[in-house]
């Protein structure tokens, strides 16, 4: 961990053992030798550690809490933020982000960086990742039951998890449930619409950064591969190189004669309510790179045709944010409707599970942030600079982070 000073945040979580960091704090070996035979001895009882001015207690199962402790009386927080890494990542992605913004907001939030999904498990697949990370949720809600609300911010892939986890923690009270809560205070009072809620939580903030929420397959959306057909066909059938994760991002799963995952996460079905989990939160926003990010497209990250792709001035919209250079208010989709029935060279109908997708989240209101860090050294690692994933070689993106905070309300 970075040395932490007096006026920052209180509460920081990690899912999972905060490795070296503590591992460095005080005592000999054989003081922690003692503290693990007692650790056995006592269960669940939680273990406690110090890093400056930070607290960090962790349970059995691995969950680390950290703290820092105001003077006077302390408040509980209300709001949930979940941070999600993405391919080959790990909850350390975050930390930058997830210091300043709780900079900005010490009493009202609890900064639940994931650490479910890391570096091989992100080749697991979207559904198993969504699952564990939907599992990871509620752990921590149950932990903190002063929660309110809670908001999601994903990074590239990380975007993908969080969506598919919202689709299973989506909950929606029933008519009998209002009915009988209505008998339960009597009849004068009228019937409110029935709550939408995300893991019993009010959802708030949904936020992607560098996202493929279209998937990478065809249609330029990995720009490392230069808009050559080749090179995304042979990309596709490769895509099991990165294991079940890879087939779902190119679009060539088949789940027993299933449509591709990433094509059933823009419906609501049966069992995974996907677009009703998304609509219900307060906000959508998409933070998408224009240029050098090899990786995810801007297409696809900010989730727009490549005709409607907005041409941008190369001066910022704000000097406080010198690498944001379009801000698009939400709006709900313009419903261009052209023919994308063909097939593509390469026998699948790439056009048409593309326009498929677009056509269904753009149902829904979006606001879109694009970010250009041309003119910089570290453009050529846009897609890790708009997450500020080290600091020091990303900090460039600190902007973008500010911007993200700055338009985040508790």
Request: charged content about 30%; aromatic content about 6%.
């Amino acid at each position: 961990m970075e040395e932490e000073d007096s006026t920052i945040p209180r509460n920081i979580e990690h899912d999972g053992r905060v490795e070296t960091d503590l591992e460095e704090i005080g005592g000999s070996k054989t003081k922690k030798e003692k503290k693990k035979l007692e650790t056995k001895r006592i269960g669940k009882k939680k273990k406690k550690y110090w890093m400056g001015c930070l607290k960090a207690e962790s349970d059995e199962s691995g969950n680390v809490d950290l703290t820092v402790d105001f003077p006077g009386e302390r408040t509980e927080p209300t709001h949930l933020v979940v941070m999600v890494n993405g391919l080959i990542g790990s909850a350390q992605n975050w930390r930058f982000a997830a210091k300043q913004m709780l900079k900005k907001y010490p009493q009202d939030l609890l900064v639940h960086c994931s650490k479910r999904n890391h570096s091989t498990q992100t080749f697991d697949g979207v559904d198993v990742m969504g699952e564990r990370l939907a599992e990871e949720v509620r752990s921590v809600i149950k932990r903190h039951p002063s929660l309110q609300k809670i908001s999601f911010v994903g990074h590239s892939l990380g975007g993908l998890i969080a969506r598919y986890a919202i689709g299973r923690l989506y909950e929606k009270e029933s008519r009998e449930e209002l009915l009988r809560n209505s008998d339960d205070i009597g009849d004068t009072c009228p019937i409110e619409e029935p709550k939408e809620r995300i893991a019993g939580l009010e959802p708030m903030y949904f936020i992607t950064s560098a996202t493929p929420h279209l998937g990478s397959r065809g249609h330029k959306q990995v720009p490392l591969f230069s808009g050559s057909h080749t090179l995304e066909r042979l990309a596709t059938r490769m895509s099991g190189c990165l294991g079940k994760t890879g087939k779902h991002l190119f679009l060539a799963d088949s789940d027993g004669g299933k449509p591709p995952l990433l094509l059933r996460m823009v419906k609501d079905s049966r069992d995974l309510k996907f677009i009703s989990a998304l609509q219900c939160f307060k906000r959508r926003i998409a933070y998408a790179n224009t240029s050098f990010d090899h990786l995810v497209g801007w297409s696809t990250s900010s989730i727009r045709r490549h005709n409607e792709l907005p041409k941008l001035q190369r001066s910022p919209v704000n000097e406080k944010y010198p690498h944001i250079v379009n801000v698009e208010a939400p709006d709900t989709a313009s419903n261009h409707k052209e023919d994308r029935s063909r097939t593509s060279s390469d026998g699948f109908k790439n056009f048409d599970m593309e326009e498929e997708m677009i056509s269904e989240l753009t149902k829904l209101s979006w606001e879109r942030v694009d970010v250009s860090f041309r003119g910089t050294l570290q453009r050529f690692l846009a897609h890790n600079t708009i997450q500020v994933k080290t600091k020091m070689i990303n900090s460039a993106g600190a902007d973008v982070i500010q911007h993200m905070i700055d338009n985040f309300e508790p």
